[in-house]
């Protein structure tokens, strides 16, 4: 008769006792701190505000409970970012990671030209909106920007505009700067990618007679669509926490055109006084983010197990 082990089958994956390891915990505190402090206790903190009307400069509160949040979803003014917002994403992220991508494809591989090619793009992506909002703000000055006297001495005066003071322009205009900013971003994310894509697949791919269009729209692109939903959940996420170079070049203006909610937030709150509901802003405007960053996710994640 054969003996059988009394010891409990163990299985392939060994299970972390905390327990047995104070260490890990002890490194994991600072972190943990530091989300606490930084991160959930002023979201919470600042839902908890949401519920009551207060000017932000005295002690004295008045609960509303929901109110602040049925203004935002009722108010013709948030529904008026909400709809710049949308064109304003569209714009930027469209061109960001278009052209980002097509910038990469064009200045990958070695080379002076292509390396001062990068360089030149990039460059932005080292400058705080700030500065380039106030440059912007210069250059696009209907009476002596730069622009305007480069187009009166090339006789294209009638071209001259004032495109953030126009209502029908100044959205586009602001949308076209932050791309100047950020493409730079999106084609160093994709410069790096780049080169990860296997030599054997890019010379099977010639081999079977494919020419350089074919190859980026159906070798290159399908391969980095891992970058693709990376940029595109950061690209997300940077669009409705835009504020500093939209406030430096129209500060919401002219007539709300170039309104968004970070813009809206800041002169409900400390223009108008309303923390009440900046903070119901703040608290809409981090659960869309979080919703539309878990879409992206699980979108990219089903993506990538159909392959």
Not at 98 to 127: E, K
Not at 246 to 262: F, H, I, Q, W
Request: hydrophobic share 50%.
């Amino acid at each position: 008769m054969s003996k059988t082990s009394s010891r409990p089958a163990t299985s392939g994956h060994r299970r972390t006792d905390w327990r047995a390891s104070p260490a890990a915990i002890l490194f994991v505190l600072p972190c943990a701190a530091v989300f606490a402090v930084f991160l959930a206790y002023p979201l919470f903190r600042n839902a908890y505000i949401a519920l009551f009307n207060w000017n932000g400069l005295t002690a004295a509160t008045k609960w509303v409970g929901l109110d602040n949040f049925v203004w935002v979803f009722t108010s013709p003014v948030v529904l008026d970012t909400a709809r710049n917002t949308l064109v304003f994403g569209i714009i930027t992220i469209a061109l960001q990671l278009g052209g980002g991508f097509l910038l990469a494809v064009a200045l990958a591989g070695n080379g002076r030209i292509r390396q001062v090619g990068r360089t030149i793009f990039f460059i932005p992506v080292v400058l705080t909106p700030v500065v380039v909002g106030f440059l912007f703000s210069k250059i696009l000055e209907p009476n002596d920007g730069e622009l305007a006297r480069g187009l009166n001495a090339l006789g294209l005066g009638a071209l001259v505009h004032p495109w953030l003071a126009d209502p029908n322009t100044a959205l586009v205009t602001v949308s076209l700067v932050n791309v100047w900013l950020w493409i730079g971003f999106s084609m160093s994310v994709y410069l790096s990618a780049l080169t990860g894509v296997p030599t054997e697949l890019i010379e099977a791919a010639k081999l079977d007679g494919t020419n350089s269009r074919q190859l980026v729209w159906h070798v290159l692109v399908p391969y980095l669509r891992p970058t693709h939903f990376a940029l595109l959940t950061l690209s997300v996420i940077g669009t409705l926490k835009t504020f500093d170079i939209v406030y430096v070049l129209t500060k919401g203006g002219p007539s709300g055109s170039t309104e968004l909610p970070t813009t809206l937030l800041f002169r409900v709150g400390f223009d108008e006084y309303k923390q009440g509901r900046a903070s119901a802003i703040g608290t809409v405007l981090f659960v869309v983010a979080l919703v539309l960053t878990i879409i992206n996710l699980r979108i990219a994640n089903r993506a990538e197990k159909t392959e």
